[in-house]
């Protein structure tokens, strides 16, 4: 192959380079860009001299043409084409800058003669095909049409593809390299504040937002078991295009301890438990609260239901436990309200305690087990650290009957450990209880309170929370009222 100029190359499009680059045996020279296959194409093939004056311009303005026009013949003929140049170059190679147009007026003439071929073959195809193509609405085109058109249109893919791939590197190449190094070296501690919806936030300046907190989702929140207050570290993203806050890559540590150490720990379920131990101390003066408290006791661990018909107070006693509990050093209290009137959501809100999600009785079943089961598995989390924590649930009936089961039976007294106590509403009990409290419609609502109905209510095992004279004052309570 004879040597071709730099100008030359410059003049010629993409497709003649990329021609030139496979013959010469250069390799992934569709992924470089023309000026960088050009001079991989001459330093290849040795520095050939510029031609000077206006003999290079004048040269550089006939090839350009010609190279043009040889593209018109497809690909194939442009094989041909360069084949024969080859042939025609190797007989003298010190002819240097010379042999181009040699080479070019070869290419011409391969050109020219395929092309007349074509047109030849289609004009005898034409007078032969005439009735064909009239019945067919003038459709009908010759194979050596198409296959110019093919050529040229993958030609023309093949250079677009090029000039985007090319665009498509210059822009990763801006925005990645040494800053993406740069952002992923960015590390952040500060404090988690989970949202209802299971992910959070890394508070750097706690208690307080601000624009510099990190995004952490729900995923990583459920896989490293992050709980509010836990204060983790590792590197962030910025934010991208729809996106306002940087998010959390990947969590290192976790209360100054390796986030691996931390998520390797006992599955909540595999924990070993206990019944309830440790009376819940209400002192309140509440009536029914006395009552529930005496008569039927709850522990650090206990599944408790609060049964009842229509209009027995069940959301009423709810309410007055949770300001209760409230009230009792190192326990968190968690409320959500799954299936309740409108009225009391905004009840609740007012009050002392946020419920941690509030769904009317419209809400669907679905988003009512969903909200469950979110309070649940950060209660869980609490308890797998060490944490007693109760989660009070009005509106069991909102949700189906095995979702129910599965939210009552994740209470637990773990041994050594946390607890985790749940309190709910239902108008029956759910099976598997260890305290049922029954209320007495009848008593409500003639307003002879303590309301509880002693003989639905108990407690297992009630003398590992008051002792054995307790569970005895506990049966006498139950025999006079059936006596009564």
Known sequence: MSVITRSALEASPLADLHTIAGELGIDGYRRVRKADLIEKIIEIQGVAPEPEGAAADAEATEEAPKRTRSRRGGRSRRKDA???????????????ADA????????????????????????????????????????????????????????????????????????????????????????????????????????LTPPEPSDDDVYVSAAQVRRCELVSGDTVGGPVREPRRSERYPSLIRIDTINGRPADEVAEGTHFDDLPCTL??????????????????????????????????????????????????????????????????????????????EPVAALSLGASADAATQAVERA???????????????????????????????????????????????????????????????????????????ALDLVGSGTLRPELLVGDAGADAIAQARAQALGA
């Open 376 to 450: 649940i598995d950060t209660a869980k989390r609490i308890t797998a650290r060490g944490g007693d924590v109760v989660v009070l649930i009005d509106g069991l009936d909102g949700l189906p009957p095995h979702a129910a089961r599965r939210s009552l039976a994740a209470a637990r007294n773990v041994v050594d450990g946390g607890s985790l106590t749940i309190v709910a509403t239902a108008s029956t009990p759910v099976g598997g209880e260890t305290t049922i409290i029954a209320l007495d419609r009848t008593l409500t609502r003639t307003g002879r309170f303590p």
């Open 82 to 96: 360069d084949a024969d140049a080859t042939e025609e170059g190797s007989t003298d190679e010190d002819a240097g």
């Open 100 to 203: 181009v147009p040699d080479v070019i007026a070869t290419e011409d003439e391969a050109v020219d003669e395929a092309i007349a071929e074509d047109e030849a073959a289609d004009a005898d195809a034409e007078v032969e095909e005439k009735p064909k193509r009239r019945s067919r609405g003038g459709r009908g085109r010759g194979a050596a049409a198409r296959d110019r058109d093919r050529d040229r249109d993958e030609d023309r893919d093949e250079d677009r593809g090029d000039r985007d791939r090319d665009r498509g590197d210059r822009d990763r190449g801006d925005r990645g390299g040494d800053r993406d190094r740069d952002r992923e070296d960015r590390v952040v501690e500060g404090t988690v504040e989970l949202l209802p919806n299971g992910s959070g936030f890394v508070r």
């Open 276 to 353: 309830p131990t440790e009376r819940l101390a209400l002192g309140s003066e509440d009536a029914t609260l006395k009552a529930i408290e005496w008569l039927t006791p709850i522990g650090k661990g206990s599944r408790v239901s609060i049964v009842g018909e229509a209009h027995a107070g069940k959301s009423e006693a709810l309410k007055r436990l949770a300001g209760a509990l409230k009230a009792i050093e190192g326990l968190e209290v968690h409320v959500v309200l799954a299936a309740v009137r409108a009225e009391e959501c905004a009840e609740w809100r007012s009050g002392e305690i």
